[in-house]
């Protein structure tokens, strides 16, 4: 019992710290890069979407980041507001709508993909591909058991 608290202490101190010092990190950074682009970085996420998708729905958006409907229909309208997207009714489906980027989203994304490029590069100096799987691999599974142990 007592080699169990002791590692369920040490993983506790292991998780506050890392949230404060390396997880916050990455949130900071992430919405660095939305602000120098002129959106937040859940619309650089959408706007990324729509861009490999230049049909998607808002259904698809909502089931994609596990959301509600109601909640991607706000974010859509911000992009609409920063005129970003486009939003198109189907001539077969009134109900039905596509968004799609326009020039300006294009051009937020090929900003954002040069950014990426650079972002990666500089990782890849410091970072092997395989030490980078191996973190994304530990970070998916580290989801996987929050997502199965932790309520909301």
């Known amino acids: 019992m007592a080699k169990q608290q002791t590692a369920t202490q040490i993983v506790i101190e292991m998780m506050d710290e890392s949230y404060l010092r390396d997880f916050l990190k990455v949130e900071q950074h992430l919405k660095c890069i939305g602000k120098n682009l002129g959106v937040g970085w859940r619309g650089l996420s959408l706007l990324n979407q729509?861009?490999?998708?230049?049909?998607?729905?808002?259904?698809?958006?909502?089931k994609q980041n596990h959301i509600t409907k109601g909640a991607i229909s706000t974010q859509i309208k911000t992009l609409l507001q920063f005129g970003l997207i486009e939003v198109e009714v189907s001539p077969g489906d009134r109900r039905q709508h596509f968004i799609h980027l326009t020039l300006k989203g294009k051009r937020v994304i090929k900003e954002l993909d040069v950014h990426e490029k650079k972002t990666v590069a500089a990782i890849l100096e410091e970072m092997s591909l395989t030490e980078i799987t191996q973190l994304s691999q530990y970070f998916e599974h580290f989801v996987a058991v929050l997502d199965q142990n932790v309520e909301d």
Do not use: F, P, W
Request: no cysteine; proline share 0%.
């Open 50 to 62: 729509i861009a490999k998708n230049d049909r998607i729905t808002l259904d698809v958006l909502a």
